[in-house]
């Protein structure tokens, strides 16, 4: 089962901003090189690229949560 | 005089808050979230309370709880630091509602000069020249459009609640304009709640120059000047007191027209007074006043031995200013450098890591100001910011001596920080000739970046 994890440590983000969509839906594909979310890491935001492709995402994090470098973020079919 | 003071904030500026309190006898309380149980701020102060998780918009941002911590306390005062809640209005409001004293101006003091729009309006007023631009706050991208007829390109857009660098954009033409205008309104509305923009004319090659003032609501007096110009995406990292720059004639303009704006404002506490200037047109204009502490308060402090935290804390605790315009001189030389955790040689990616050994420079005309410790776990969720260190001489020349020798001594183990760069700019000769602009940083280091690893020793 594909797995995308978090290249940082920081706070987790599923949107470019609070007004704007998710990068991606609950359930949405994913191609690799698609951003799936925002990492901000003292005070810096950073995309995180998928370097898998599948579908049916399903996010492991909540939005603005703390992550760890290498927690899994989300888990594909 | 303030009893008992509470810290709304953390990391080397919350150390200082309590060493300014310590000094005169009051007592303090740190507020911490539960990334930072183990910071030094925590540890140095006479009580702590765990405000929140480690998201800032859940614990150093979170107004209720930073009172609440006040109220269990017994506090009689809070003082915000600089980032944060430093400049939010309603926050002095409430704390003030609250019946404590807030360490800084009134809420009305920060609404007026923290809107960069009203700020610059207040500038105009008291006399102080102000960049061309827009008159107020710009009503959506179709006013913008009508504005650049005045400033013309290149063109900045700015938060009017900014700060930090967050939610401005330089515009070199219409299509970067028309890119740039709706991503700096959605990250001033993200970083600041508030996506209000004003925008100026970019003023060419030019210096940063702040200068320093305390008021006390009724006087106010001037600290003389800093010099920022080296800055890397609108970030101070290397700060100097006095500008090498300026003559002896524009530097008593300059400072006297930050101390006729704070007069005006009735300003009460420390602030600056943010300036541009124009080397070749010899001309300052004002850019905007920050209603609290700076992060490069220190440089100020070397050159004048006044203690600012301590006179803001002072003043707080309702004494009238100690000091007149004919008790500050400046004496030799100070420059700050900006320790952060990231690799300049990775292009400055932040490096949030623990630290091993540590060996903090001394001697004579050096200061560190950090909340660092051996074993400290550099969080990930606050700035990049580990020490600031400062060195203070005779000169600019044996200042920037002293900064290479203070840099040599310096040791922060397991941790990538800015200390190359700094050494490297130290022994550049446009540095030491002090021949630099805000954006000399950023093409020096289109140049320079890739050996920044190396300098490491």
Redesign the interface.
């Known amino acids: 089962m594909p797995q995308i994890l978090s290249p ?4 987790f983000y599923r949107a ?5 969509p998710p990068y991606k839906a609950d359930g949405d594909a994913v191609a690799v090189g698609d951003v799936i979310g925002l990492i ?5 935001f950073h995309e995180v690229t998928s370097e898998v492709a599948g579908s049916n995402i399903r996010f492991a994090v909540e939005n ?1 949560e ?1 992550v760890m470098a290498g927690a899994p973020l989300a888990d594909l079919d | 005089m303030l009893k008992k003071l509470l810290i709304a904030n953390r990391g080397e500026i919350a150390v200082r808050i309590i060493r300014a309190a310590r000094d005169l006898g009051i007592a303090t309380v740190a507020v911490h979230s539960a990334a930072d149980a183990e910071a030094l701020h925590v540890q140095l102060a006479d009580e702590a309370v765990n405000i929140g998780p480690p998201a800032a918009k859940k614990s150093y941002l979170n107004m209720q709880a930073i009172l609440q911590a006040a109220a269990d306390t017994g506090c009689d005062s809070i003082h915000p630091g600089y980032g944060f809640l430093a400049e939010n209005a309603d926050f002095a409001d409430a704390v003030a509602a609250a019946g404590l004293v807030f360490v800084g101006p009134s809420g009305d003091a920060i609404r007026l000069m923290g809107d960069k729009v009203s700020a610059r309006s207040a500038a105009h007023a008291a006399g102080v020249p102000v960049v061309p631009g827009s008159t107020g706050r710009v009503a959506g991208i179709e006013a913008a459009r009508h504005v650049l007829i005045d400033t013309g390109f290149p063109v900045m857009i700015k938060a009017a609640a900014g700060g930090g660098g967050r939610g401005i954009r330089i515009a070199q033409n219409l299509s970067e304009f028309e890119a740039g205008f709706p991503q700096a309104e959605a990250e001033a509305l993200a970083a600041f709640g508030d996506g209000g923009l004003y925008m100026e004319r970019v003023i060419g090659q030019a210096r940063h120059i702040e200068v320093q003032i305390l008021g006390d609501g009724s006087d106010a007096i001037h600290l003389c000047e800093r010099e920022c110009s080296l800055q890397r995406r609108r970030q101070k990292v290397w700060e100097e007191a006095p500008s090498a720059a300026l003559s002896d004639k524009l530097r008593d303009q300059l400072c006297a027209s930050a101390v006729a704006l704070a007069r005006a404002v009735g300003y009460s506490g420390a602030g600056t007074v943010e300036y541009l200037y124009d080397d070749a047109a010899d001309q300052f204009y004002f850019i905007e006043m920050n209603t609290r502490i700076q992060v490069e308060h220190p440089v100020t402090e070397m050159i004048t031995g006044v203690d600012l935290v301590a006179e803001g804390l002072r003043i707080a605790g309702g004494e009238a200013l100690r000091l007149t315009q004919r008790d500050i001189t400046a004496r030799g030389h100070a420059i700050e450098v900006r320790i952060n955790a990231e690799d300049p040689a990775r292009d400055f990616a932040p490096f949030p890591g623990v630290v091993g050994a540590l060996r903090v420079p001394g001697g004579p005309g050096v200061r560190f100001d950090s909340m660092l410790y051996p074993g400290y776990q550099v969080p990930p969720f606050y700035d990049s910011l580990l020490a600031k260190l400062i060195v203070h001489a005779e000169t600019r020349e044996a200042a920037i001596t002293r900064l290479q020798r203070a840099l040599s001594e310096l040791r922060i183990d397991g941790m990538k920080t800015t200390k190359p760069l700094f050494q490297a700019l130290a022994s550049d000769p446009a540095v030491q000739a002090g021949a630099v602009h805000t954006r000399w940083l950023e093409g020096w280091l289109t140049e320079n970046a890739s050996r920044l690893g190396a300098a490491e020793s």
């Open positions: 940082l440590p920081g706070t470019p901003s609070p007004d704007q901000e890491v003292m005070k810096s603005e703390p």
